[in-house]
Nanobody, 117 residues
Framework: QVQLVESGGDLVQAGGSLRLSCAAS????????MGWYRQAPGKQREMVAT???????NYVDSVKGRFTISRDNAKNTVYLRMNSLKPEDTAVYYC???????????WGQGTQVTVSS
């Protein structure tokens, strides 16, 4: 069974940077898209960034130019580099990975990112 292990969530001041990492601890037979989602209290969970196995990326408008998603296909690992953080970025961030062979999506446990003003 695949488990996604996340790290990097922290408390940071506005304008600071963080890098989130998420790695699959089990085998993914055919790695598809990977991505990061976030949810703040009282708000709907939203897609932050996604990246295909070929490296094509997509970002929510509010983070475009500040966040960068990348991946290491050999390690089934996805990263989210977060620069110029704002208080509105405060949320629980969830990692997602999709296996195209099993048609199964996996989610991380969520990691808290808190940006103080």
């Amino acid at each position: 069974q695949v488990q996604l292990v996340e790290s990097g969530g922290d408390l940071v001041q506005a304008g600071g940077s963080l890098r989130l990492s998420c790695a699959a601890s089990g085998s993914i037979f055919s790695a598809g898209p990977m991505g990061w989602y976030r949810q703040a209290p009282g708000k709907q969970r939203e897609m932050v960034a996604t990246i295909t196995s070929g490296g094509s990326t997509n970002y929510v408008d509010s983070v475009k130019g500040r966040f960068t998603i990348s991946r290491d296909n050999a390690k089934n690992t996805v990263y989210l580099r977060m620069n110029s953080l704002k208080p509105e970025d405060t949320a629980v961030y969830y990692c997602n990975a999709y296996d195209r062979y099993t048609l199964r999506a996996y989610w991380g446990q969520g990691t808290q990112v808190t940006v103080s003003s």
